[in-house]
């Protein structure tokens, strides 16, 4: 069967213009990395399979998915942006843009930018379909590392751990940030790594022993109450949010009750409490472990009820109740909550408000898309709260750097460090001379010209925006030499 039909059968919904166009795209993909190859030595082709699977697995539209077949043409196969607008039109040619765009950045462990680059990824994404494929993308990337160059296989996963994953976080979409952070762990931290994956493997062994005599008892008592649309799972504790609460627990792995939860899904919140009650009357619950998140959602949105109880052989084991409609917030997120916005009216929007409200400057972008035509000029609009005042410029490298607006160079050169300000003899913006006094923009590739006899002088007060800026320089004015601090 062809794997175009694969795609299709996991699209959440699909008309038959939908299918038409997954077919197209899959053939005009396949040909377009024809002959191409991966690390691994298996066809290019593969890994644009896998991404649109886990897209459509995401809920998204068929649209979204088409991008995802297509997103790595124009940057690895060549093809030009107009052989994409012709044969698949605007929209879909702005989300493979987008992706394009996307992987330019760079992440090279500046730690004091690391949250501008992530606001400037989502910003320059321009929707967030966009920065779904991109995760997508960047999935399936870093669960094949193994076949990458080391240096590049470091730098991969390191950007993942610090740039991707928090994205995916604060997009709600947990259960892919999970999986960003544990491919990523194992490379960044490879001791720690191998020292959690020890414990829980111990863990998961004695857990899972009595997990299935526990499924038993509660599947009954759930029989016997009535309850009879429900489904019982359990989740492990993934391994980078195990390690990151092992070490807030001083590296007691005893103390942490939820390396192991059983997961209880049903149908109404109602439901979810009748479950509470039963869970109560089979086994006794630890005191004050008793989480009611469906009434008070955590600050991110999260629903759910937990609680912690003797299993009466020892155990002490998490029970997490939720309906399926949480569930899947839970899980996907952003991507859950497009599904839902577009396969419904508006009545349901409310539903979303809390979501929303906690996704924040995503929500804004999103709102702010709204307002702004799709066809380029973006960086001129960015007037949403958090870009006020507030310019992104790169280095020749790719990092980037955010400065106040109306900056120079000046103020550039001494973010990257003090001794590169000091000595400024001139200074390139997008590969052309500029005077020291020239105000970056948006996007501008800025690089600074170095000479061991060059040295501040007076005028560069005026040109200089940062504080970091005008008081190295002052500093140098006086002849003072290096700061000193004194404390009385
Ligand atoms: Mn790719």
């Known amino acids: 069967m062809n794997k175009a039909e694969d795609i ?27 002959g191409q190859k991966r690390y691994s030595g298996e066809p290019y082709f593969n890994h644009i399979v896998a991404v649109a699977k886990s897209l459509a697995l995401l809920g998204v539209n068929a649209e979204t998915v088409a991008a995802g077949l297509l997103h790595d043409v124009l940057e690895d196969a060549h093809l030009s942006t107009d052989q994409i607008k012709k044969e698949f039109g605007e929209s879909i040619l702005f989300l493979v843009e987008g992706v394009t765009k996307l992987g330019k950045l760079k992440y090279r462990g500046l730690d004091r930018h690391v949250e501008s680059l992530r606001k400037f990824f989502i910003a320059i994404a321009q929707d967030v379909n966009v920065v779904i494929i991109k995760l997508t993308d960047r999935l399936h990337n870093v669960s094949t590392l193994e076949h990458v160059p080391e240096l590049k296989r470091k730098r991969i996963a390191l950007e993942t751990l610090e740039i991707y994953a928090p994205i995916a976080d604060r997009l709600g979409m947990w259960k892919l940030k999970a999986e960003l952070e544990d491919h990523s762990f194992k490379y960044v931290y490879p001791k720690e790594y191998k020292e959690i994956h020890n414990i829980l493997k111990d863990r998961k062994n004695a857990s899972e022993e009595y997990l299935k005599k526990f499924h038993k008892t509660l599947a009954k008592a759930m029989a016997e109450s009535g309850i009879k649309h429900f489904t019982l799972d359990h989740r492990i504790k993934h391994l980078y949010s195990l390690y990151q609460k092992w070490l807030r627990y001083n590296k007691d792995i005893e103390k942490i009750y939820d390396v192991v939860a059983l997961r209880i899904v049903v149908h109404t919140i109602e439901d979810c409490y009748r479950v509470l009650g039963i869970v109560h009357k089979t086994w006794r619950p630890l005191p004050g472990r008793i989480k009611d998140y469906i009434a008070l959602p955590k600050p991110n949105g999260y629903q759910s009820i937990h609680t912690t109880i003797f299993t009466g052989d020892g155990g ?14 839970a899980e996907y997120g952003i991507a859950s909550h497009l599904m839902y916005k577009e396969t419904s009216g508006s009545n349901t929007k409310e539903k979303y408000t809390e979501l929303e409200k906690n996704l924040s400057w995503i929500e804004q972008l999103i709102e702010w898309q709204k307002h702004v035509s799709k066809t380029g000029e973006y960086l001129e609009h960015l007037k949403m709260d958090f870009f006020k005042n507030q310019v992104f410029v790169f280095t020749p490298m790719g990092d980037v750097i955010d400065l106040p607006e109306d900056s120079s160079p ?14 400024v003899s001139g200074a390139r913006v997008n590969k052309k001379m500029v005077a020291l006094n020239t105000k970056l923009k948006n996007g501008d590739i800025v690089e600074i010209i170095t000479k061991e006899g060059a040295k501040p002088s007076s005028k560069w007060l005026d040109y200089a925006k940062t504080h970091m800026a005008r008081k190295h320089i002052r500093v140098h004015l006086q002849g003072v030499g290096p700061i000193k601090r004194f404390f009385s």
């Open 8 to 34: 299709i059968k996991l699209l959440r919904k699909h008309s038959k213009k939908d299918d038409e166009l997954i077919r197209k795209a899959y053939a005009f993909a396949e040909k377009a990395h024809a």
């Open 316 to 329: 002490i084991v998490e029970i997490q109740i939720r309906t399926k409609e949480m569930h899947e917030k």
């Open 410 to 423: 000046i103020d550039f050169a001494y973010a990257i460090h003090s001794d590169i300000g000091n000595h």
